[in-house]
């Protein structure tokens, strides 16, 4: 699972990168996040950060580096960039999330701005996504990466609001 940042005029960076195994037998989910700082040999590029392996060469190059970095084959890829992100979020009608503490940076900021306050709540579209990309505490990207698997599991676990409805589906495909 590749959520591209591209944004006009930059080729974009893999803002998150997650290994996703799907289980038929037991029927399981296991998912490895690969923090975005990890400074591995991008093949063909030298070292660098993974991140930037999108940068040399799309989602092909993310997809050879995480394979020769965990040494395990990697069979299919999904790459959502933001937009796709917070449509499918909205599509979805929202995820209930347990938001641990306030989430806040300013306008002023040189960063993202978020203002999130603590507490059980429904999140929707930007709001969802500047949650799960944001990295400024103390634990940086650790402390995101759990934040993103967290959201995916309850994504996952409230699928069963929408997974019956096939318009719903079809236009959540069409928003990846």
């Known amino acids: 699972l590749i959520g591209a940042d591209v944004r006009p005029d930059d080729p974009g ?9 799907l289980d038929p037998a037991t029927k399981s989910i296991s998912m490895l996040s690969i923090p975005r700082d990890l400074y591995v040999e991008v093949p063909g590029c030298g070292y660098d950060k993974i991140n930037t392996a999108y940068l040399y060469g799309g989602a092909a190059l993310c997809v050879e580096t995480v394979g020769q970095v965990t040494g395990l084959p990697v069979h299919h890829f999904i790459e959502v960039d933001f937009g796709g992100c917070w ?32 507490g059980y709540q429904l999140l929707k579209g930007h709001e969802a996504l500047d949650f799960v990309r944001f990295r400024h505490d103390a634990r940086g990207d650790f ?6 698997q967290t ?26």
């Not at 960076?13 to 195994?21: I, K, M, N, P, S």
């Not at 402390?143 to 993103?148: G, T, V």
């Open 143 to 148: 402390s995101r990466i759990e934040r993103q």
């Open 87 to 118: 449509r499918v979020v909205n599509l979805l009608g929202g995820v209930y999330y347990p938001v641990d503490r306030r989430y806040y940076n300013p306008e002023s900021s040189s960063w993202k701005s978020i203002d999130i306050e603590p």
């Open 151 to 176: 959201f995916l599991k309850e994504l996952q676990r409230q699928s069963g609001r929408w997974n019956k409805d096939w318009t719903r589906v079809s236009k959540l495909l069409a928003a990846v």
């Open 13 to 21: 960076r893999a803002d998150t990168q997650v290994l996703v195994r």
